[in-house]
């Protein structure tokens, strides 16, 4: 019995019980089954790996050993479970490969990072404009705007420390936020 194109064997049939009377032919159907979907599974997950038909065949290998100690019910699904163990193994190895490479950081190494005085400069030129915008602003306002953003006191609790309203108080941050804005928009 031998296998070609122009008789396909059913997938059902690979997934039967295989035969240890006539293995050369049940094997070989197999692989005619099989094979090309391992090529598949593995270019999927090893895009440009030169390794495909080399872990097809260890595929088939480890098949061969455990048809030596019992025939699994369904080869097909047990080819891939070899299939995903191979794939695994090979992952754990290069890991372990590259284990060497590896370099923590710590504190004794400096990271590279980018110079950021650019940064830096404008922040510090805000801050300029915003203490300049500040010192400008009336002192109930000056307040009640520290109050507010340092402090972080509610309208209620501003209003009562200085001893105003809360529509007061609104307006107070209200004027201090304007300033300040119109400041840092002049730079």
């Known amino acids: 019995?031998?296998?070609?194109?122009?008789?396909?064997?059913?997938?059902?049939?690979?997934?039967?019980?295989?035969?240890?009377?006539?293995?050369?032919?049940?094997?070989?159907?197999?692989?005619?089954?099989?094979?090309?979907?391992?090529?598949?599974?593995?270019?999927?997950?090893?895009?440009?790996?030169?390794?495909?038909?080399?872990?097809?065949?260890?595929?088939?290998?480890?098949?061969?050993?455990?048809?030596?100690t019992g025939n699994p019910l369904r080869p097909g699904a047990y080819l891939q479970r070899i299939a995903r163990n191979l794939l695994f193994n090979r992952t754990k190895r290069l890991e372990n490969r590259l284990a060497g490479f590896h370099m923590s950081f710590d504190e004794c190494y400096e990271l590279a990072t980018p110079p950021n005085q650019g940064e830096e400069i404008e922040v510090?030129?805000?801050?300029?404009?915003?203490?300049?915008?500040?010192?400008?602003?009336?002192?109930?306002?000056?307040?009640?705007?520290?109050?507010?953003?340092?402090?972080?006191?509610?309208?209620?609790?501003?209003?009562?420390?200085?001893g105003i309203s809360i529509p007061t108080v609104q307006y107070h941050i209200a004027r201090a936020l304007a300033h300040i804005d119109a400041a840092l928009e002049q730079e």
């Open 1 to 68: 019995m031998s296998i070609d194109a122009e008789h396909p064997v059913p997938p059902d049939s690979v997934n039967a019980h295989v035969s240890l009377e006539e293995p050369a032919i049940e094997l070989s159907r197999i692989y005619a089954i099989e094979a090309p979907k391992l090529q598949r599974y593995f270019r999927a997950r090893l895009r440009g790996s030169d390794d495909i038909g080399d872990l097809v065949h260890e595929t088939f290998v480890r098949l061969l050993g455990a048809l030596d």
């Open 124 to 162: 510090e030129d805000m801050m300029r404009i915003y203490r300049k915008a500040l010192s400008e602003l009336p002192d109930k306002t000056r307040q009640a705007f520290l109050l507010h953003r340092v402090d972080e006191l509610t309208y209620r609790e501003i209003g009562e420390r200085l």
